[in-house]
Structure formats: C-alpha cells, structure tokens
C-alpha cells in the first residue's frame, strides 16, 4: 500500500471551507485514496473514496490531482461537529497484517 | 448509528480475568474486522475474517482470541491480559475483505486492565 503524508494538525473557521491536503506520491495504478475520519472516542466514520476521478457525496468532496499524487478533501462548511482526525488512506488494504493501516492523520479543529 | 454495534461500551478486567468483546452488524456484509487503537498512536489491524474464515495472522499475542461464529457476529476474547493491552478496540465491517476502505466502524470499546 502507498504510503500517505498529512499535515499533522489545521485550524478551520466555522462556515468556511475545510482543505485538508494529502499526499500521496507513491500511489499505484489500482490503488484508491479513501477518507475517514474519527471524533474523539468514537470509531472511524468512513467519508468518501476516489480513485481518478473527483468525486462528492453528502458529507465531502474529493479532488484528486491528474498524476494521483496527493489529493484533497474539502468540508465546503465546516461546523464545530466537524472537528475530528481525519485520515487519508491509498489502498486496497488487502490481506497483510501491516500493524499501521491508519497513519497520524489530521486533526482539524473547527474554530467558531 | 454506522450498523455495527459493540458491546460493552466500556471495560475494566484484571489481569488473570476472561472476557469477551462483542461485535454485530445486519448490514450484509462479509467481512468483520478487529482494530486496537492506543493512547496517541494509529489504527492497527489485529484480524480479519472473510466469509467467516480468519485470515491467516501471525502478529497478534495469543493472549487475543477471536471467533466469528456467523456473519453477523465477532467476538474478541481476552485472557490474561497487560497493562499495555489498555486501548480502544474496534470492529469494523465491509462488503467484502478486498474493500477495507469502504469499513463501517463500530463505537469501539474501551478496554482498560488493571
């Protein structure tokens, strides 16, 4: 599995767009960058998932470059219920007990 | 609500005790899976089962016993545990084992020995 780079910590305000950054260098042809994120004390809530293309669901948007190199997860208007860790993932992550499957992530604190 | 429930929310054991985590989803899917999440570090992945078929795994202590009686149901068993053993368990689901990255995670429980 690629190998993921996050920035270890980002402030937000409220109502603004979220940018959380990820890179992603190493990535495979057949490998997908996935999102989630986790509230403190609470399991990983799975956001969004792309692989070439951008993609948007209800919670998130997508945008990953044309090289696949990193990509970007955007919170178009981020609330305070938003601030958690959120962590960029290339997978599959398949069959191997890698002990690390989630790296540090990025803890965004969404400030009113 | 993800779909997957643990139980119980909250553990406290001693270190000659035997205890069982509890793990269920109704979402369908067919692949379960046991993380532990220490103080101030990263998800790891302890097990994996698919069709309820452990995956071969050779790095968690045997102190760790899982079970997937059914599709449904995952049981982490615990005895004889550390001090170190301490951390957020998780279980988490997913359609099939080739798509982790699609994983429902449960609440987790917190497991503290003593």
């Known amino acids: 599995d690629a190998k993921t780079t996050q920035p270890p910590s980002m402030d937000c305000a409220e109502g603004r767009a979220a940018n959380l950054p990820c890179n992603h260098s190493?990535?495979?042809?057949?490998?997908?960058v996935y999102w989630y994120r986790q509230i403190h004390s609470q399991g990983p809530q799975y956001i969004i998932h792309g692989l070439k293309n951008n993609e948007t669901n209800e919670m998130a948007s997508l945008i990953i470059t044309e090289d696949r190199k990193s990509s970007t997860l955007i919170l178009p208007h981020a609330t305070l219920r938003d601030t958690a860790v959120y962590y960029c993932i290339a997978g599959p992550m398949k069959t191997s007990y890698d002990k690390v499957i989630f790296g540090p992530g990025t803890s965004l604190s969404v400030i009113p | 609500e993800t779909g997957v429930t643990q139980t119980p929310r909250h553990l406290v054991m001693g270190m000659t005790n035997k205890k069982s985590l509890k793990c269920e989803q109704h979402l369908g899917h067919n692949a379960m899976y046991w993380y532990k999440q220490s103080a101030k570090k990263p998800l790891e992945l302890m097990f994996v089962?698919?069709?309820?078929?452990?995956?071969e795994n050779n790095s968690v202590p045997s102190r760790f016993s899982p079970e997937c009686p059914n599709s449904s149901h995952l049981f982490l068993h615990l005895h004889t545990l550390q001090p170190e053993d301490s951390a957020l368990y998780l279980c988490?689901?997913?359609?099939?084992?080739?798509?982790?990255?699609?994983?429902?995670f449960g609440q987790g429980t917190r497991l503290t020995v003593v």
């Open positions: 988490a689901s997913s359609q099939d084992f080739l798509k982790t990255g699609q994983a429902f």
């Open positions: 089962y698919s069709l309820e078929e452990r995956v």
């Open positions: 190493t990535i495979s042809g057949n490998e997908y």
